[in-house]
């Protein structure tokens, strides 16, 4: 009867630890996407913002949905007309990896500046940039402006 105890308890403990192994597998397998707003309006920013845009691709392997909020002077740094080989580079591959960039309307209305003027990806926040931020908060996204 001993010996019987004996086997049930081993086999008890080894299903549980296997039961316990899988959970954490799957919990490992598929962690939860982060939600990030990054805030951009400083035109001497620009760059800095794409390169923590691309290491935040890069550190969580693409589990990340983000989106770039721009305003401000920063927005006429994005006109195809005047913008850096390197901004469109790097812009270009961040929206390949799922960036959404948002153009406050008002900014755009306040330098003459029209959606396709800007470079692909772009569509326009119309309630304004600080507006549009506030709603991706509302929605769970973490607000950052490096």
């Known amino acids: 009867m001993l010996r019987r105890d004996m086997f049930r308890g081993l086999f008890a403990s080894a299903g549980a630890l296997f039961g316990l192994g899988q959970a954490h597998a799957a ?6 996407k982060q939600r990030v707003a990054y805030h951009l309006s400083d035109a001497d920013k620009v760059a800095f913002v794409l390169g923590n845009i691309r290491n935040h691709y890069d550190g969580t392997g693409g589990n990340v ?10 927005l006429a740094a994005f006109r195809t007309t005047g913008a850096s080989a390197a901004v469109v580079s ?6 390949k990896d799922g960036l959404a ?29 600080v507006v549009r931020l506030a709603e991706l908060q509302r929605e769970g996204y973490a607000y950052l402006r490096p």
């Open 27 to 32: 919990t490992q397998q598929s962690p939860v």
């Open 65 to 74: 949905e983000i989106v770039l909020v721009v305003h401000g002077p920063a």
């Open 101 to 129: 960039p948002q153009a406050c309307a008002n900014t755009m209305h306040g330098m003459d500046i029209a959606l396709a003027d800007l470079l692909d990806g772009f569509v326009s926040a119309e309630q304004g940039g």
């Open 90 to 95: 790097r812009f270009a591959g961040l929206v």
